[in-house]
């Protein structure tokens, strides 16, 4: 993982041409090789269930087989030692055959509801050079992003389900420049096939969040349980690995929305997204605590005004200055954004694209409807 993390930097730190849409040899072969890790690492999981099931059946084992070499044992202690082992391993067997339902990831929209809203999805997939979207999905928080459904199978092919996930917290304050560039940095993901092979990683971090959570829950989650202690060491390699990569797929992302619309738009919409992720959620804060305080329904989460106090401003001013100024984790799926910006400013021939500085509320025919429909969900 740190290896990975190390060719990472030193290939994306190169200085790389941004008149094309291109991926560089020393990030393809980076690409290449966190595939190949990712795909081994996650068979390894389910290579070690069986090993892990012999050694909490062995230590068991063991620990009956002094005690009658001793002499005897006392029931209670049998029960004590019987029952967690049997918690256990129902446990880690039920995480190995655990199955996510595949659902709908928000609200989904139409073309007869939003027509101008697809049509500048298919502008931005048409400048991009990939197939646009096939769903749009709205939803109550401020995130954009996409996500590829269907089998294991079709996402390897390509052709799998698209979807753009729109949530309408993100979207005040927002212009339609910087939301072309921000959904040109989503279908660079999709070009870049990112989806791809990706199922088998997430049913991985499915299994182990079920087995933590199992071993949490039944008591189970100790120092002493050989299962704990793999759940916890594997979880580790497994996040620096992955998200790495993760990291990685982000920057290339990144350089699509600077050739699609320019490094400027790209850079106030990520600005904009990471203020307005914080401001609305401060904001919501406040107005739960006002309606509940009040006996009242929630108003429109999504023309509330601004923070009214001067130590929320403020507090709005600190939170917003750490996120754009932190450095970058290891357990990050995003490089910070300080790094992405000065990665986007390293480009060379980083063309300025003027875009249009209307709000993105007008793509939506009902945007009224939609924002009452989230607050209800809220």
Known sequence: GMLLSRLTLAAVHRTQPAAQFKVGRAEHFVRTIYRIVIAVISLYFYISVPFLILIVVAVTAGIFYLFLAAGSIPLRLAFVLGMPALYTLFVVVRSVFIRVEEKEPGRPVSRDEAPRLWSLAEEVAERVGTRIVDAIYITPAPEIAVTERGSLLKNLRGVGQRCLILGLGVLPGMTKGQFKAILAHEYGHFSNRDMAGGNLARQVRISMHQMAYGLAVTGQARWYNPAWLFINGFNRIFLRITLGASRLQEVLADRYAAVAYGVRNFVDGLTHIVRQNLAFSMQVAYEVKEATGQGRDLQNLYILPSLQSDSLRENLETKVSE????????????????????????????????????????????AEKLQSEMTAIV
Do not use: C, F
Request: aromatic share 4%; proline share 9%; no cysteine.
């Open 323 to 366: 996120v754009m100024s932190r450095p970058t984790s290891p357990y990050d799926s995003h490089p910070a954004v300080r790094e992405r910006i000065k990665l986007l400013q390293q480009l060379e021939a980083a063309n300025e694209v003027k875009e249009g500085q209307e709000p993105v509320w007008d793509l939506l025919l009902d």
